[in-house]
């Protein structure tokens, strides 16, 4: 059974930092283009950043774009997004999936999808 599990969220202040990941299980992780989505309450589901398999190439939202940081460990079937200078605009539930087309074709949907974190920043 596929299981996109992600952690990591909570509330921080703005500035601050956060990392999230994502557990995955039940599939070729290896094989999978990794992905981070956010949705705001009111607001269209966003693509926030994505990592290729096989060339890792990466792909960042342009409001993201110098703050976060996507990665992958393949080895440990785990997907990150690290998170810095946070602003009150990040505030979403975050969503990590997993989907065999590759970042370039932007695609706005995923085979698999995590179940999602809460990121709130406020002071």
């Known amino acids: 059974q596929v299981h996109l599990v992600e952690s990591g969220g909570g509330l921080v202040q703005p500035g601050g930092s956060l990392r999230l990941s994502c557990a995955a299980a039940?599939?070729?992780?290896?094989?999978?283009?990794i992905g981070w989505f956010r949705q705001a309450p009111g607001k269209e589901r966003e693509r926030v950043s994505c990592?290729?398999?096989?060339?890792?190439?990466?792909y960042y939202a342009d409001s993201v774009k110098g703050r976060f940081r996507i990665s992958r460990d393949d080895p440990k079937n785990m997907g990150y997004l690290q998170m810095n200078g946070l602003k009150p605009e990040d505030t979403a539930v975050y969503y990590c999936?997993?989907?065999?087309?590759?970042?370039?074709?932007?695609?706005?949907?995923?085979?698999?999808w995590g179940q999602g974190t809460q990121v709130t920043v406020s002071s």
């Open positions: 999936t997993a989907d065999l087309i590759p970042c370039q074709y932007n695609s706005n949907s995923a085979d698999y």
């Open positions: 039940g599939f070729g992780f290896n094989y999978y283009v």
């Open positions: 990592i290729n398999a096989n060339d890792e190439n990466t």
